[in-house]
T-cell receptor, first 114, second 114 residues
Framework: KAGVTQTPRYLIKTRGQQVTLSCSPI?????VSWYQQTPGQGLQFLFE???????NKGNFPGRFSGRQFSNSRSEMNVSTLELGDSALYLC?????????????FGPGTRLTVL | GENVEQHPSTLSVQEGDSAVIKCTYS??????FPWYKQELGKGPQLIID?????GEKKDQRIAVTLNKTAKHFSLHITETQPEDSAVYFC?????????????FGKGTKLSVKP
C-alpha cells in the first residue's frame, strides 16, 4: 500500500506571495492532519479534515487554510507569506477521526520564504 | 489542554549501549501513546505505539513502557546502532480542538557513535 505523498517536496517563495501544498493520504484513510515543523517550535498542529469537513483547527492565523476533497486528498494554502512561515509542512493521514487512530506522516514540503 | 514533556532533548550513546527517552503527559484521559522516528529530510515514521490497557510492548530492539498512574511513558532502544541516530518524538492522544488528536513532545536527538 502506498504511503502518504506530499507535493511539491520543496518550494521557494517570496514574502507576500501565496502557496498551495498538496497531500494524498493512504488509500482508505479519511482523516488528514497538517502540521508545521520548525526547529524552535517542534510539531505544531494546523488543522484536521475528515470527510471534507474541518474538524479541528490549531492556533494559526487565518492566512493558513485548507480543504479536503471527496477522494480524501487535501490541500493547504498560505496567503501573504511571511519570513516566519519558512518551515517543513507535514501531512498525516489516519483511518478516521478517532483519538486512538495511528497517524502516518508524509515526507513533508519544505517551504522557504525569502 | 494536554501537555507532553520529553527528556532529554539530546542523547549521545556508544554503539551497542541502550538508550532511554522519557515522556510525561498531563491529561489522565489520554489512552494512546505513539513514538515516531524522524531522519534528516524525512517525515516522522511510527516505530511503536502503546495503548492504555497495556503496560509494556516490545518490537525487537525497541520497547515502550507506560505508567498510567504516574502519567509517564518511555522508549527503550537496546543494542543501539548508528542507523538509530535520528530525532525521536513521543505523543499522547488529545481531545481534538486546537491541539488536534495527538500532542507531541519537543523531540530527542539521538546520536549513536560507532
Amino acid at each position: 500500500k502506498a504511503g502518504v505523498t506530499q507535493t511539491p517536496r520543496y518550494l521557494i517563495k517570496t514574502r507576500g506571495q501565496q502557496v498551495t501544498l498538496s497531500c494524498s493520504p493512504i488509500s482508505g484513510h479519511r482523516s488528514v492532519s497538517w502540521y508545521q515543523q520548525t526547529p524552535g517550535q517542534g510539531l505544531q498542529f494546523l488543522f484536521e479534515y475528515f470527510s471534507e469537513t474541518q474538524r479541528n483547527k490549531g492556533n494559526f492565523p487565518g492566512r493558513f487554510s485548507g480543504r479536503q476533497f471527496s477522494n480524501s486528498r487535501s490541500e493547504m494554502n498560505v496567503s501573504t507569506l511571511e519570513l516566519g512561515d519558512s518551515a517543513l509542512y507535514l501531512c498525516a493521514s489516519s483511518l478516521a477521526n478517532l483519538r486512538t487512530d495511528t497517524q502516518y506522516f508524509g515526507p513533508g514540503t519544505r517551504l522557504t520564504v525569502l | 489542554g494536554e501537555n507532553v514533556e520529553q527528556h532529554p532533548s539530546t542523547l549521545s550513546v556508544q554503539e551497542g549501549d541502550s538508550a532511554v527517552i522519557k515522556c510525561t503527559y498531563s491529561d489522565s484521559a489520554s489512552n494512546y501513546f505513539p513514538w515516531y522516528k524522524q531522519e534528516l529530510g524525512k517525515g516522522p515514521q511510527l516505530i511503536i505505539d502503546i495503548r492504555s490497557n497495556v503496560g509494556e510492548k516490545k518490537d525487537q530492539r525497541i520497547a515502550v513502557t507506560l505508567n498510567k498512574t504516574a502519567k509517564h511513558f518511555s522508549l527503550h532502544i537496546t543494542e543501539t546502532q548508528p542507523e538509530d541516530s535520528a530525532v525521536y518524538f513521543c505523543a499522547a492522544s488529545g481531545h481534538g480542538g486546537s491541539q488536534g488528536n495527538l500532542i507531541f513532545g519537543k523531540g530527542t536527538k539521538l546520536s549513536v557513535k560507532p
